[in-house]
């Protein structure tokens, strides 16, 4: 079954591509919940994580976040323009 | 795939590829640096030089937080690691950056506690469920990561944890390419900005390079046509003479940055008076380490490291690609003693440094230079 997601067809997912010397790659996540001061976020392929929001929030379920090291640094304005680390 | 096929479109790619030519004067060699680590794994993943005229050179740049760490933090990081009562966590492949007499890998194989995680959020966790021993988080990046440090570091406070603390290699991306504009082995026309660091410290904090040294700054995406579109559009500027900076990578990147992130890190972090650069030497102002506030959680002043300066081993030419004044190929260990399984130096270990880079993707249509033939 297909998954609805604004990043079908990202670049850069949590398990591929990331350049895991320094997690400085930027993996856009969309926002599944929101918990506290994280938030449950999903990448292109479906994989789930933990992403601590404090820094952009708020924010709501379905917005694109750029993450590094597992902290949203920004809001995607234009989610489906964001393909790549 | 719909928008993936916007931002890498062959027939678009060719069109702006034909622009950046109307606008190249033949005449001209342009020496264009990307100052990201991000962006020269894209240059050659996808084969951008192969776009380019000839006389549009591309030169790496420092901004890969691997590459640009010196042999003697390396040993630093080791030397806590080894101690019994610490575990260790760090980045994946941070454990294969050799230091002066092994990596961190070699070490965990002597039985040392070292784990990998994918975000210091995740050594703040192991320190909770390890209220018996003490947890060091090796921390290296940019102005990307650093964000995330700063974040972890006030949880952590926040909760009290005394057994957790940071061995902080943060560092900066404005002095080192200050350092590389006030060098002379390096003639440059023009940067191509650093897209993700930009979300962080917004674009003001590169007008020094239009203002004091006259080189057009464009912040960059990182996709095929990201990149093409920066180069074109300073290739415009270079044109009609104009000298600013642009950001190309406006989706995502806001003017002034991420407010929150600066102001965690400002309560956080304080500069250092200086720090040293792989290849670069000691750079002034160009890291961060944990401001008096944060000293409680500062590894170095918990433990004792040998802080002792590592020359890089002789055969190694990292210093010189890192300033751009050698390319990969023509280091003399390149793809030889130095391969990414087996790497001699940082540039081969991480998939942002150049030497992995070029390795992977680049091989096939590299051109021999001579010694004492390049321009």
């Known amino acids: 079954m297909e998954r609805e997601t604004k990043l079908t067809d990202s670049y850069c997912t949590l398990d591929h591509d990331g350049c895991i010397v320094c997690s400085d790659a930027g993996i856009p996540l969309q926002v599944v919940s929101i918990k506290g001061d994280d938030a449950l976020c999903e990448d292109a392929a479906g994989n789930r994580t933990e992403i601590a929001v404090d820094l952009v929030a708020p924010v709501r379920a379905g917005e694109v976040l750029l993450t590094h090291g597992g902290v949203a640094i920004a809001k995607v304005r234009k989610a489906d323009e964001l393909k790549c680390c | ?375």
């Open chain 2, 1 to 375: 795939m719909k928008y993936v096929d916007e931002f890498r479109n062959a027939e678009i790619a060719r069109a702006i590829a034909a622009e950046i030519a109307a606008k190249t004067d033949p005449q001209r060699h342009y020496k264009l640096m990307e100052v990201c680590g991000g962006h020269t794994h894209t240059i050659y993943r996808h084969g951008i030089k192969d776009l380019l005229p000839d006389q549009i050179e591309l030169v790496h740049g420092p901004g890969c937080p691997v590459c640009v760490l010196p042999m003697g933090r390396v040993d630093d990081g080791i030397a806590v690691a080894e101690r019994p009562e610490v575990i260790f966590a760090c980045f994946g492949d941070m454990m294969r950056v050799p230091g002066s007499k092994g990596n961190l890998l070699e070490v965990k194989a002597e039985g040392a506690d070292i784990r990998m995680v994918y975000s210091p959020l995740d050594a703040l966790r192991i320190a909770r469920e390890n209220p018996d021993r003490e947890v060091v988080f090796y921390a290296i990046g940019f102005e990307t990561t650093a964000p995330s440090t700063a974040l972890t570091l006030q949880r952590a406070k926040k909760e009290g944890l005394g057994n957790f603390s940071v061995f902080c290699n943060h560092v900066t991306i404005v002095p080192p390419v200050r350092a590389l504009l006030d060098s002379p082995d390096l003639r440059l026309d023009a940067f191509i900005g650093p897209g993700h660091v930009s979300t962080v410290i917004g674009c003001r904090p590169y007008e020094f390079m239009p203002e004091d040294y006259g080189k057009p700054c464009v912040v960059a995406g990182f996709e095929p046509l990201d990149l093409l579109q920066s180069i074109l559009m300073l290739m415009r500027q270079l044109d009609e003479g104009r000298c600013e900076v642009e950001n190309q990578y406006s989706r995502i990147v806001p003017w002034e940055g991420n407010l929150a992130a600066l102001k965690s890190m400002a309560e956080v972090f304080e500069l250092r008076p200086y720090f040293e650069w792989r290849g670069m030497g000691f750079i002034a102002q160009s890291a961060l380490k944990l401001s008096d506030a944060y000293a409680d959680f500062d590894a170095e002043l918990r433990y004792s490291v040998p802080g002792v300066r590592v020359a890089d081993p002789k055969a190694c030419q990292c210093g010189e690609v890192l300033k751009g004044v050698l390319k990969p190929w023509e280091c003399k260990v390149f793809g030889t003693a130095c391969t990414p399984e087996h790497p001699l130096g940082t540039l081969m270990v991480s998939s942002e440094g150049a030497c992995a880079a070029y390795y992977n993707f680049g091989r096939k249509s590299f051109e021999k230079v001579e010694v004492g033939t390049r321009p």
